[in-house]
């Protein structure tokens, strides 16, 4: 099993930063991918980037290319996501996922934290 703990949330304006970190515990040798998903209410949940564990190959959907950077500390188990020129559509409960495989679907990944709550306010 591997436990995943998402930090870093919170409630800032459009235009400004905020950095997501997800440490994960337990079995982490297993562990091929990571990436953060994102959950706006009334809506499902949406793959936002992904990184290999080992190489770190990158991935993002296109409406946050130029302003998220996912990255990660192999010696911390921590992937982050560097959250840059925020909109207020970018408000949602923000998931860290991690896999054997990698991804962009939900069936993807095996393990899932509890979210942190993302606002931005206009």
């Known amino acids: 099993q591997v436990q995943l703990v998402e930090s870093g949330g919170g409630l800032v304006q459009a235009g400004g930063s905020l950095r997501l970190s997800c440490v994960a515990s337990?079995?982490?040798?297993?562990?091929?991918?990571m990436s953060w998903f994102r959950q706006a209410p009334g809506k499902e949940r949406e793959f936002v980037a992904s990184i290999t564990w080992s190489a770190g190959g990158t991935y993002y959907t296109n409406s946050v290319k130029g302003r998220f950077t996912i990255s990660r500390d192999n010696a911390k188990n921590t992937v982050y996501l560097q959250m840059n020129s925020l909109k207020p559509e970018d408000t949602a409960v923000y998931y860290c996922?991690?896999?054997?495989?990698?991804?962009?679907?939900?069936?993807?990944?095996?393990?899932w934290g509890q979210g942190t709550q993302v606002t931005v306010s206009s």
């Open positions: 996922a991690a896999g054997r495989r990698t991804g962009v679907r939900i069936t993807d990944y095996d393990y």
């Open positions: 337990g079995r982490t040798f297993s562990i091929y991918a």
